[in-house]
T-cell receptor, first 114, second 114 residues
């Protein structure tokens, strides 16, 4: 899906700070961060609807989301831990009415923590 | 808390035969059901979404939903080797922006042999 772009696609870190970026060109109002660890299904981390944080799942405080406008989503990570090694997917949906169609995912940012 | 379980864990089918995957969920108030496909180390591709009891067809993929039985299935007609992937069932109880808060099953690894 080239309409949701994520960067960087691959990231190798020691205990450092880094930000993941996502931008969607679908005109959607809701955006999400999902984390997928190896051999596991994706799990929701954060959800924004109309730039407001709606649901903040139980994730470590070193993960801080930011939604500067309705088409952009950032995930700031400070002092990463080896357990943070995973693929981080950005997703978006229309979010204006019940059962509003599809949830589209980006290609993911693969984080490897040394 | 929503629990989503998929069966079988893995499935090998011959090219051209029908493939059937099952998914059960625990919360009867769920109202969004989606099937995704994930090729190795790739993003998630939505196949079919279904919001009411009955059947929904998208190309060679057909979903059947029976909310009274807490069950949704996916049938792949005339599978091809390129359909080999992990198939993920995703369930949501939300509407609007919350419709993207998906709980995923563990997935079914489908292998299509010639």
């Amino acid at each position: 899906n080239t309409k949701i772009t994520q960067s960087p696609r691959y990231l190798i870190l020691g205990r450092a700070n880094k930000s993941l970026e996502c931008e969607q060109h679908l005109g959607h109002n809701a955006m999400y961060w999902y984390k997928q660890s190896a051999e596991k299904p994706p799990e929701l981390m954060f959800l924004y609807n109309l730039k407001q944080l709606i649901r903040n799942e139980t994730v470590p405080s070193r993960f801080i989301p930011e939604c500067p406008d309705s088409s952009k989503l950032l995930l700031h990570i400070s002092a990463v831990d080896p357990e943070d090694s995973a693929v981080y997917f950005c997703a978006s949906s229309l979010g204006q009415a019940a059962n509003t169609g599809q949830l589209y995912f980006g290609e993911g940012s693969k984080l490897t923590v040394l | 808390q929503q629990k989503v379980q998929q069966s079988p864990e893995s499935l090998t089918v011959s090219e051209g035969a029908m493939a059937s995957l099952n998914c059960t969920f625990s919360d009867g108030t769920s109202n969004n059901f989606r099937w995704y496909r994930q090729h190795s180390a790739k993003g998630l591709e939505v196949l079919v979404s279904i919001f009411s009891d009955g059947e929904k067809e998208e190309g060679r993929f057909t979903a059947h939903l029976n909310r009274a039985n807490l069950h949704v299935s996916l049938h792949i007609r005339e599978p091809q080797p390129s359909d080999s992937a992990v198939y993920l069932c995703a369930v949501s109880m939300g509407t609007g922006g919350l419709s993207g808060k998906l709980t995923f099953g563990e997935g079914t690894q489908v292998t299509v042999i010639s």
